[in-house]
C-alpha cells in the first residue's frame, strides 16, 4: 500500500489498499471481459486484503462489459419500478424492499457482497422481484 493514501486506508479498514492493489495489476486488456472469476484473490489474499467493493470486484473479475450491464439493470429497475412513495407505504413488504434495495446498493461500495452470489444478493434480487410485482399488480 503506498504512503500516500495510508492513513485514509487506515479509517477505512484497508479497503483503499485493497483497490490500490487491484488498480495496479489492472491492465488494459482486462477492461473489457476482466481478468477471471474470483481473480481479485489472486492478487489480495497475499496481503490479506479483499475488493470490499461490489462495483470494483465486478470490473476486476468480469471487466466493463458486464459491470455496464449490472448498472443499466439497475438504472432500469429504478426508472420503470422504484418509485419513493413506496419507502413509507402501509405495505410493509414493499416498503423494506425498497429499503433494503438502496441498502445494498449503497453497501456494494464498501462491500463486494453483490458481486457474487450471496445473501446479500438473494435479498436484493427478491426486493427487485417483489417491488416490480407490486408495480405490476398496480397496473393490472
Known sequence: CSHKIYEIDRILSGRVCGWETLFKV???KDLFLGKGFFADQLYLMPIEKTSSNS?????????LFNLVIFIVILIVFFTKSFRIKNINQDNIYLSSSHYFVLYFIARGFFEDTLAFVSVDFLLLGASLVLIKQSVRSKIS
Do not use: H, P
Open 26 to 28: 489492472f491492465k488494459f
Open 55 to 63: 462495483y470494483l470486484n465486478i470490473l476486476f473479475n468480469t471487466g
